[in-house]
């Protein structure tokens, strides 16, 4: 068995403080979107890990509502020992004294039911590496938010990324440029044209403490692009929510929902990696859209609305 | 350019044989199936590989039926110059003399309408290398028909197994139990609890010429098993297409055409094949269900008819 406990004091501070903060950001999320939707609550699932392996999360899912046809917000915290499939992964060197590995992060995907109204991704998450004395070999954070409409409303894709502009660069101008590529490169159908998942957002990854920012430079940035979620996408389930739809706009939705469950299953390495090294099913493919259409050659009438949609799908903007 | 007609002359008559064959069949395929819809005939798209490379296919779809809410039969002859990625795949040593490979194929994944019929999905395939001299170097057949219900009829699930269990018995006693424990073997959703995704049939690969048998025996055994698609499917489809079904069976068709999509772009290794190195992405997803439902932790009734399919996906049986 594996004694998370055995680590030195300062760095079970900090995981502490990144324990609670991802479980208070999925509190305050949660509660946001059940005040939106305002006819279903979320659902909670507690899990621990088996065979011996440490850890566990809370999964906490809303399905069948006024706003949010389903949607999830996970947090995970464990770890283990290292093992030679993680040594590959994260390419970590075999004659390297890291044993055990630590693993605490939050993630999310809503698909609501209206059709104007975009699909949210975001996922923020910290990683460690321990020697067998407990000491602190590596740490990194990683994370990202994206957004992923079936109608393009110029407005809020600009607001959208103008939010996370924002938040980075009250920490360093350089990043959100970064970020802003990262994503695009990122959610990519490479089987579709290179089409994109959608409009992108920020993606970010293997951030350490270096020459120019710190360990709580990254803490601190991945708790600001945590919590703008709710500026970042409250406003836009407000404005579209009610807008009418019809039979042809929820179609399209489910065609589109179709290209995300084909990124989700075939390019996303968290998704694959998770399925591959027995992680909790449900947890993962809570992503996965509640309706989905798969059509022979599907194509929308050029310059219609949808058309527009894929267009910018396939070539991504720069909207800020 | 490639040049498929400097092959020597048997191994030409032996591949047109082969392509006369598979078109014949998926014509016939068609025919049988579109009579039985009543409503809707196949579209055709007939394509060619792009960038040079050679051959091309011909993908027939059947769409919103009486009987079939989506189907495919495709048909596709296509050669190459032996990438260092199919080296890989195949296992031929980089110093072996193969320069040029032809493969032809035909696949078929079938969805009807109502979930009392089950959905098919079969492929019998032919693959060769040459070297420089137009040679012929090697030459595998591969193929299997497996069947996906949603509710399970015993006497379908018998009289499906022991059609193609009568047509191998013709050829040898010993290929029907290994081929029925290979496709077990392959359709399996390893993180779902290794749950098939159905009931199985039979499934083989590189069966080439041996002391026990000639390539002629593996051509027929192809020929025979693909022509046996009516004998096993058609009186399956006449006895369900017409029962009368629910909103709850439609629900939990579409909950489990989600596993169906799960395996085919999570571990289907031709899918993934076909995807990443530049197939034809319309005709190889054409295999997908039309609607599709992914819902969180979704589990039938213990000891519903639902929960009886999924058991016996759990656990397969010997059906003859």
Sequence with gaps: ??????????????????IEFIYHLQDSICKALEEIDGKTKFNEDEWARVEGKGGGGLTKVIQHGNVFEKGGVNT??????????????LHIPLSSGETTWFAAGISSVIHPLNPFVPTIHFNYRMFE????????????????????????????AVHFHQTYKHVCDGFDEKLYPLFK????????????????????????????????????????????????????????????????????????????????????????????????????????????????????????QPGSEEDKLQQVCLQPRDWV
Tied chains: 1, 2.
Aim: glycine share 8%; charged share 30%.
């Design 1 to 18: 068995m594996i004694d998370i406990n055995q680590h030195k004091t300062e760095t079970k501070a900090l995981r502490q403080q990144w």
């Design 76 to 89: 995970s915290v464990v770890y283990g020992k290292v093992s030679r499939k993680m040594r590959e992964v």
């Design 129 to 156: 590496l321990y020697n067998v004395d407990g000491k602190l070999c590596d740490r990194w954070f990683g994370g990202g938010t994206d957004l992923t409409p079936y109608y393009l409303f110029e407005e809020d």
């Design 181 to 300: 590529h990262n994503c695009d490169d990122y959610f990519v159908n490479s089987h579709r044209n290179n089409e994109r998942r959608g409009i992108g957002g920020i993606f970010y990854d293997h951030k350490k403490h270096d020459e120019n920012h710190n360990t709580d430079f990254w803490f601190r940035l991945a708790q600001t692009c945590g919590k703008a979620f709710i500026d970042a996408y409250i406003p836009i389930i407000q404005k579209r929510k009610d807008t009418v739809y019809n039979e042809q706009n929820k179609y399209w939705q489910e065609i589109r929902r179709g290209r995300y469950v084909e990124f989700n299953l075939i390019h996303d390495k968290g998704t694959l990696f998770g399925l591959k090294t027995n992680g909790r099913t449900e947890s993962i493919l809570m992503s996965l859209p509640p309706t989905v259409r798969f059509e022979y050659n599907y194509q929308p």
